[in-house]
């Protein structure tokens, strides 16, 4: 018997679904997340493809909170989080310390230096300065205090919760963009955003325009490290909260796209 998630998956023979079908991601086998608009899951042998609920196009990284170990199932013991549209996996930089995962994200519990690694090679895909990008972060913070999101550090660029109750965007010349977001510390996740496009960034803060028009003079190192929940010089900058999903495009997003995947993230991870 084919299952599925609800409403997301067909059949490779185009046959549909019934929404009510259910996933046992016991006998999920693998998930694969290539270019298009599916993903393919095995489940029992039998090919399932489903429908990815983001924009695809341009799309060369993706850290999933609740896909973490690449599996149709979230894995509470894997020390790789794994991209699920490129080959840059990240490794954790602590074998225990301040973090954990839970159901749908990676959950920093200690500003100890904890966090993942992603290969080097990243870095110079999004490299040199002037190439355009986004950068979506949906995130939830535990603590009054600055933190990294996902970074490397200068020469470089940055994404970090600032106090108080700002999301800040930066660039290792300019801009430093720090932009307001509302609502109290428990239970609520956010998605910020930064694109960048003809050397302007724009952010957003859940799926709205927040800022845009500045001019960037500094960029992505090509051989310095990104951090998942941390930051690569400075352990008193890792993540206290949480991490649910980043996804890393080679391109600007418009402002519908931006809003269609907050629309996803919401409905996947419970965002206000």
């Given amino acids: 018997m084919i299952r599925c998630l609800p409403a997301l998956c067909i059949l490779h023979s185009a046959l549909c679904i019934p929404a009510a079908a259910q996933v046992d991601w016991s006998s999920v086998a693998s998930v694969s997340?290539?270019?298009?608009?599916?993903?393919?899951?095995?489940?029992?042998?039998?090919?399932?493809?489903?429908?990815?609920?983001?924009?695809?196009?341009?799309?060369?990284?993706?850290?999933?909170?609740?896909?973490?170990?690449?599996?149709?199932?979230?894995?509470?013991?894997?020390?790789?989080?794994?991209?699920?549209?490129?080959?840059?996996?990240?490794?954790?930089r602590l074998p225990s310390g301040g973090w954990q995962w839970s159901q749908k994200a990676y959950v920093g519990?200690?500003?100890?230096?904890?966090?993942f690694t992603v290969p080097e090679a990243f870095s110079s895909t999004l490299s040199p300065l002037g190439q355009s990008h986004t950068v979506e972060i949906v995130f939830s913070y535990a603590a009054e205090q600055r933190m990294s999101l996902f970074s490397q550090y200068f020469p470089g660029?940055?994404?970090?919760?600032?106090?108080?109750?700002?999301?800040?965007?930066y660039y290792s010349g300019a801009p430093d963009?720090?932009?307001?977001?509302?609502?109290?510390?428990?239970?609520?996740?956010?998605?910020?955003?930064?694109?960048?496009?003809?050397?302007?960034?724009?952010?957003?803060?859940?799926?709205?325009q927040v800022y845009g028009g500045a001019a960037v003079t500094g960029g992505i190192s090509p051989s310095s490290q990104?951090?998942?929940?941390?930051?690569?010089?400075?352990?008193?900058?890792?993540?206290?909260?949480?991490?649910?999903?980043?996804?890393?495009?080679?391109?600007?997003?418009?402002?519908?796209?931006?809003?269609?995947?907050?629309?996803?993230?919401k409905a996947r991870f419970g965002l206000p």
């Fill in 157 to 169: 660029i940055g994404f970090e919760y600032y106090p108080t109750r700002m999301f800040r965007a």
């Fill in 177 to 208: 963009v720090k932009t307001a977001i509302s609502g109290g510390l428990a239970n609520h996740v956010y998605t910020g955003a930064a694109a960048s496009s003809s050397a302007k960034v724009v952010t957003y803060i859940d799926g709205v």
């Fill in 109 to 115: 519990t200690a500003a100890d230096g904890h966090g």
């Fill in 33 to 92: 997340i290539p270019s298009g608009q599916v993903a393919s899951v095995s489940i029992d042998g039998d090919a399932v493809w489903c429908r990815i609920p983001y924009v695809t196009d341009g799309l060369i990284a993706w850290y999933d909170g609740i896909w973490n170990a690449g599996l149709g199932v979230h894995s509470l013991m894997t020390t790789t989080w794994k991209d699920l549209a490129g080959g840059n996996d990240a490794t954790q």
């Fill in 226 to 265: 990104f951090i998942l929940g941390g930051e690569n010089t400075r352990s008193n900058m890792s993540m206290v909260g949480a991490l649910y999903c980043i996804r890393i495009y080679n391109r600007a997003l418009t402002a519908e796209e931006i809003a269609a995947n907050y629309a996803a993230d």
